[in-house]
């Protein structure tokens, strides 16, 4: 079965300082992992996918994501922290033989001043 | 371009009562699909609905029931709702072939008394 774990429940780091959220997946195949970010009383919005083609991933607001197949991994990573980057980030993995998005329990990242 | 819609906002409900949410999908998208996220949790699927039918179905029992109309907006219909059904309810469309680059609406919060 597809499934995703993210390694930290929160995270806090301070304003300009680089962001590391940690996600590790289970698949029994090629998976197609997601980051979604989630804004206090915002929907979720989508900041970068991996869908087999390059590992290194590029998304929105500067974020990226390395595929590691041989450590299970999908870690975000941002080089320099904003203030307005405080939100909960959630790990994904799509399984196509029912078309289920399987959420990770999140991570809260704080960014102090 | 129309992004996701849901409604109502929030909604207020007691215990053995039906309830039913509504959700248009973003402008061309014919693929929606639902979503529960409890408070502090990620967000579980519950299904997805293309071309008016069921598409794939998560781990929720039959009184979680949907449909999709011939402009692929679609309800979201709850029966004899339990106080754990209290969540938000998310909504999100796509467009196959890119099925598993989901949009998300803003949510429905659900409290269940």
């Known amino acids: 079965a597809q499934s995703v774990t993210q390694l930290d429940s929160h995270v806090s780091v301070s304003e300009g300082t680089p962001v590391l959220l940690r996600c590790n997946y289970s698949?029994?195949?090629?998976?197609?992992l997601f980051w979604y970010v989630q804004h206090p009383n915002k929907g979720l919005q989508l900041l970068l996918k991996?869908?087999?083609?390059?590992?290194l991933v590029k998304g929105i607001n500067g974020f990226e994501a390395e595929f590691k197949k041989s450590e299970t991994s999908f870690h975000l990573t941002k080089p320099s922290a904003h203030m307005s980057d405080a939100a909960e980030y959630f790990c994904?993995?799509?399984?196509?033989?029912?078309?289920?998005?399987?959420f990770g329990a999140g991570t809260r990242l704080t960014v102090k001043p | 371009e129309t992004g996701v819609t849901q409604s109502p906002t929030h909604l207020i409900k007691t215990r053995g009562q039906q309830v039913t949410l509504r959700c248009s999908s973003q402008?061309?998208?014919?693929?929606v699909s639902w979503y529960q996220q409890a408070l502090g949790q990620g967000p579980q699927f519950i299904f997805q609905?293309?071309?008016?039918?069921?598409?794939g179905r998560g781990n929720f029992p039959p009184r979680f029931s949907g449909l999709q109309f011939p402009n692929y907006s679609s309800e979201l219909n709850v029966n004899a709702l339990e106080l754990d059904d209290s969540a938000l309810y998310l909504c999100?469309?796509?467009?196959?072939?890119?099925?598993?680059?989901?949009?998300f609406g803003p949510g429905t919060r659900l409290t269940v008394l």
């Open positions: 999100a469309s796509s467009l196959p072939p890119r099925k598993n680059e989901q949009f």
């Open positions: 698949s029994s195949y090629s998976p197609s």
């Open positions: 991996y869908t087999s083609a390059a590992t």
């Open positions: 994904v993995v799509f399984t196509y033989n029912n078309n289920d998005m399987r």
């Open positions: 402008s061309g998208h014919n693929t």
């Open positions: 609905y293309y071309r008016e039918e069921e598409n």
